[in-house]
Structures are given as C-alpha cells and as structure tokens.
C-alpha cells in the first residue's frame, strides 16, 4: 500500500526567510503524480504545487519550489520569501491508479513569525 | 466560476442516528471524491464518483455510502452513526478524473457526533 509520511509536525521561519518541509512516500509503481497541498484555518485545501514522476524537472510555483528525489522517494517542498499568508497546515500527498484518490501525509503546521 | 459548495457547514448528530452531506462540484466536473478528516487519523480517501458510478473507495465500513447525480452533484450518507465518525468531511471535484487533473477541494462540513 502506498503510504506518505511527513516527519515535522511542526515548523517556523521568520517572514522573508526560506523553509523547507519535508515528505517521503512508499509505492511500488514507477509513474505517479505528487501534491502539496495548504490548507489555512479557513479549512480549504488550495492545492500549492504538483510533480509528475516521469519529470525529472523539478516543479515551480513562483516562491514554491520542489526537490524531487525519485530514487529516494523525497518530495520536498521550498518556500522562499516567507510571508505571513503561508502560515497553514501543509499535505503532502500521492496520486494513485485514476481519479482522486489522494493519499495525504499526516501535515505539517507552518507559523510564520513577524 | 463558483467553487465547490459542500453543505451544511456544520451539523450535530446523536449516536445512532444517520447523517446525510452534500457536494456540488464546479460546473462541469464530472469527478467528485469524498475525503474525512479527524486528528488522530488525518485525511482518509472515502470514495470517488464518477459519472454518477463509484470508480474507487477507500477502507471505510459500509456505514459510509454515497452516491452521484447526472447534474454531478454528490451526496454522502453515514448510518448508525458513531462518536468516531467525528471529523471534518472534505469534497473534491475535478474536471475528468485522471490522475493528472487537478483536484478542487470544498470548505468540508464539520460533523460532531454526541
């Protein structure tokens, strides 16, 4: 079963500075697509930045960046230039066989300090 | 174009009793994915609905059901209902399904369960 895991619950970073969170994941399948997910205290799940296996381009999103390590099944996610507005739980998740059907690490809380 | 409108927003249930929730997904999605999240467990996939038939489902006894509308619009039941089916109930929709569309996620309906 594929599996993600995200190993900081929590994190901080000063406004303007850079962060990285981390996220790995088990399958066993050698195409898949990879998400971050952010979702704020309104509860809404924007979706922050996406990675298809068979790229070997890194994926981004203006201050959103990924470093995608296939062999070593590592998604992480870079925010530069902090802001306030990035404060959020962040998802990690996975794409599997058709549809919607996401599995989501377990998140990691981002405060962003003024 | 409106996003995707879960209701109600909110809902309290006794033990025992069913509960019945709601999704319309942007205008012209065919694809609508249920998801639940709670604390301890995080966001679990439910099921996907696809052209009014089910295409996948999550582990989730068969309390949890749900159906699709030809308008798209979705609808998910939970019976006899437990305290453990506390939790933030999450819709998604997305254009044709596939692993490579993006998922819009609605605001959830929070369903506390006394």
């Known amino acids: 079963a594929q599996t993600v895991t995200q190993s900081q619950p929590e994190m901080s970073v000063q406004e303007a500075e850079t962060v990285t969170l981390s996220c790995t994941y088990d399958?066993?399948?050698?195409?898949?697509?990879l998400f971050w997910y952010k979702q704020p205290p309104s509860r809404q799940m924007i979706l922050v930045i996406r990675?298809?296996?068979?790229?070997?381009q890194n994926a981004t999103e203006n201050r959103f960046s990924v470093n995608f390590q296939k062999a070593a099944k590592s998604f992480s996610l870079k925010i530069s230039d902090s802001q306030l507005g990035d404060a959020a739980m962040y998802f990690c998740?996975?794409?599997?066989?058709?549809?919607?059907?996401?599995?989501f690490g377990a998140g990691t809380i981002l405060r962003v300090k003024s | 174009k409106a996003g995707v409108t879960q209701t109600p927003r909110y809902l309290i249930k006794t033990r025992g009793q069913q509960v019945t929730l709601s999704c319309s997904p942007i205008?012209?999605?065919?694809?609508v994915s249920w998801y639940q999240q709670t604390p301890g467990q995080g966001l679990q996939f439910l099921f996907e609905?696809?052209?009014?038939?089910?295409?996948n489902k999550g582990n989730f006894p068969g309390r949890f059901s749900g159906r699709q509308f030809s308008n798209s619009r979705s609808e998910m039941n939970v019976s006899t209902l437990e305290l453990g089916d506390s939790a933030l109930y999450l819709c998604?929709?997305?254009?044709?399904?596939?692993?490579?569309?993006?998922?819009?996620f609605g605001q959830g309906t929070r369903l506390t369960v006394v």
């Open positions: 990675q298809e296996a068979y790229k070997q």
């Open positions: 205008s012209g999605h065919r694809s």
């Open positions: 609905y696809f052209s009014e038939t089910q295409r």
């Open positions: 998740a996975y794409s599997v066989e058709y549809g919607n059907k996401l599995v």
């Open positions: 399958t066993s399948e050698s195409d898949y697509y």
């Open positions: 998604a929709s997305s254009w044709v399904g596939g692993r490579n569309t993006e998922a819009f």
